[in-house]
């Protein structure tokens, strides 16, 4: 039960990423002087729920993963460790910087930086994007291990 709640909550979290950057972005384009500490809160919960993501997978990975890999291997979409989630191990790096910058981007006067407005929101347009694309990829993977389970 425990595994699989921990395999549950990865993709969890990364939604819940997800969903903050949109806040961010969305707050950015109505940007005050009264929604600067919303903006300022959100991006750390992007930050914190992005290093969440990482340390729940990173600890599904390394003591999990070795399974799944053989069967995704073995299985009829072998693409699915071999590209996909080989993939989504480099391309998630810069996702996790991104996110780690964003609350120090959000720290400054955006309503009088426009430059560090578009850049807060460019920011956390690309956190969406790639969050979208992680979430597929894991979408993926996971089908990947369930095809070789049912030997497909």
């Known amino acids: ?3 699989e709640l921990i395999l549950m909550l990865h993709p969890a979290v990364g ?3 997800i969903l903050a950057a949109v806040w961010v972005m969305a707050e950015t384009l109505s940007i005050s002087s009264n929604n600067a500490m919303r903006i300022r809160s959100a991006s750390i919960a992007v930050a914190f729920l992005i290093w969440s ?5 990173g600890y599904w990975y390394v003591l999990h993963y070795a399974t799944d890999k ?12 071999s590209f996909v ?4 191990e480099h ?14 981007a959000a720290s400054n006067d955006l309503a009088a930086n426009k430059g560090a407005r578009v850049l807060v929101f460019c920011s956390a347009t690309l956190i969406v994007l790639m969050g979208l694309a992680m979430e597929g990829a894991g979408a993926f993977v996971a089908m990947g291990a369930k095809l070789g389970l049912l030997g497909k």
């Open 15 to 17: 939604v819940l990423a």
């Open 1 to 3: 039960m425990a595994n």
């Open 70 to 81: 053989a069967l995704i291997l073995a299985g009829p979409w072998p693409f699915a460790h």
């Open 53 to 57: 993501a990482y340390l729940i997978g």
């Open 85 to 88: 989630m080989e993939t989504k």
């Open 91 to 104: 391309v998630f790096l810069p996702l996790l910087l991104l996110a780690s910058y964003l609350p120090i």
